[in-house]
């Protein structure tokens, strides 16, 4: 399945912050976004750290640099701050380091790697942002975080992106085995279909976070940004992204929010142009989410969220993970059993969902001491390599079962709209 190496995200990098399996990580992430981050963003618990820069000048064997406004900075946000410069002007030792080595790796030319890091920025709001919000312990809060992703807007804006891409949605249903639903329902969580992409200059919030991670106490985090940065600086030698590309903070890229590792292995050229644009080209990013889901154990046909009436201490049967663990005969020992729609037959064509693997999530309410439990299937475990949430993917499947019902003709509520209407398997 999905590693650390691979992690994007968010729009979506809080998945990746906030550690790769532990379900205390998890938790962390879901606190920051309770406490007012946007689902899909850079959310993490991190401490801050002091850092001395620089102003950009023209170091010596370095060239100068761009007089691009700064995001923000040590000094006011006008103020230009180099990201790779030490204090006598000159670049800094692990920068020159970095360069040497990821021109020997990829057989891209120094000088030219030189020149572009000249020009990075490094940004305060960046660091601050990744860092996490002070002040008195988040309450994490399931209801709250659905509130913010499962609403009237976002839907109807939903509802609309389906209609003006709906070629480009079948297209990837039908190659991928990924619904329309999902994938207008992380786009829509993600940067609201395109409205909000994030205005940080990627070189600036990549390097920043590679050379001066604001907890020095969690150096596989800044290494895990030198990846991405190398990533970025790689696409941007083979001419794939412009080295100005903007993004969020945390240095993810266009609709789906792409890490630049995650545009290298999972991007899809989706109208035949030779050259992929998540930005501002819908049927990239469409195809692009529908291509990253069936690389991550997205299965043709299943739901999401298994029909299943859980017993009522389902939470000593949740394990945190991102990956189902446990099979229907496993869960039917510990008390669970069909529930109302699969009695029904509302869900019947799911394609065998009782033969793959399961596994029980809870959404909690801290401050009442109660949570909400779900069975996930494999394709809920996916949507979890997509950001490791368990919100964050509850609550991409609820925006896509508001969205499908709402594209089907139903008038629900946001509240009342449960992911059990997107088992109707893709056509083949």
């Known amino acids: ?33 309770n406490a007012g981050a946007q689902p899909g963003s850079a959310a993490a618990a991190l401490a801050d750290g002091a ?20 995001e923000g900075g040590a000094a006011p ?9 030490a204090p006598d002007g000159r670049m800094r030792a692990d920068v020159q380091a970095f360069i040497q080595q990821l021109s020997a790796e990829r057989g891209l030319p120094a000088s030219q790697l030189t020149g572009a890091l000249a020009d990075a920025r490094y940004s305060a709001t960046v660091a601050r942002l990744i860092a996490p919000p002070p002040g008195r312990k988040v309450s994490r809060s399931w209801i709250t975080y659905r509130s913010r992703v499962v609403e009237p807007k976002r839907i109807g804006w939903g509802v609309e992106f389906w209609q003006e891409n709906a070629d480009a949605l079948n297209q990837a249903a039908q190659r991928f085995g990924v619904p329309p639903a999902i994938i207008v329902g992380i786009i829509g969580v993600e940067t609201l279909y395109g409205r909000n992409m994030g205005s940080f200059r990627v070189l600036d919030a990549l390097s920043t976070l590679a050379f001066d991670y604001p907890d020095p106490s969690k150096p596989e985090r800044a290494q895990m940004f030198r990846s991405q940065l190398a990533d970025f600086l790689t696409l941007a030698m083979q001419g794939r992204l412009d080295l100005q590309t903007q993004g969020s903070y945390a240095g993810a890229i266009g609709m789906p929010q792409f890490m630049p590792g995650s545009i290298m292995r999972y991007a899809v050229d989706g109208d035949g142009s030779g050259h992929i644009d998540l930005t501002n080209n819908p049927r990239d990013a469409i195809l692009s989410v529908g291509n990253f889901l069936m ?38 020992e510990a008390g669970a059993t069909l529930g109302a ?15 793959g693997m399961l596994g029980v999530i809870d959404l909690p309410e801290e401050s009442a001491g109660t949570a909400e439990y779900r069975t996930g299937t494999v394709n809920f475990f996916a949507l979890t390599q997509y950001n490791h949430s368990y919100f964050y993917a509850s609550s991409v499947a609820d925006l896509a079962a508001a969205i499908q019902a709402r594209m089907n003709g139903v008038a629900v509520r946001p509240a009342e709209v449960r992911p059990a209407q997107l088992n109707t398997p893709v056509d083949r």
Do not use: Y
Not at 303 to 332: E, I, K, M, N, S
Not at 341 to 355: E, H, P, V
């Open 295 to 332: 690389e991550h154990g997205w299965e043709r046909g299943r739901p999401v969220f298994a029909p299943v009436a859980l017993p009522a201490d389902a939470g000593r049967l949740v394990d945190g993970g991102l990956a189902p663990t446990r099979t229907w005969p496993q869960l039917q």
């Open 77 to 85: 946000d006008n103020e230009q701050l180099s990201a790779v410069a």
């Open 341 to 355: 729609a699969a009695m029904a037959g509302m869900a019947a064509t799911d394609n065998g969902w009782q033969q």
């Open 1 to 33: 399945m999905f590693t650390c190496r691979h992690l994007l995200q968010l729009g979506l990098m809080a998945a990746f912050l906030t550690g790769c399996s532990s379900a205390q990580n998890r938790a962390a992430t879901d606190t920051q976004l």
């Open 51 to 70: 850092v001395t820069r620089v102003r950009i000048g023209p170091p010596p064997g370095v060239g100068s640099a761009s007089t691009i406004g700064s």
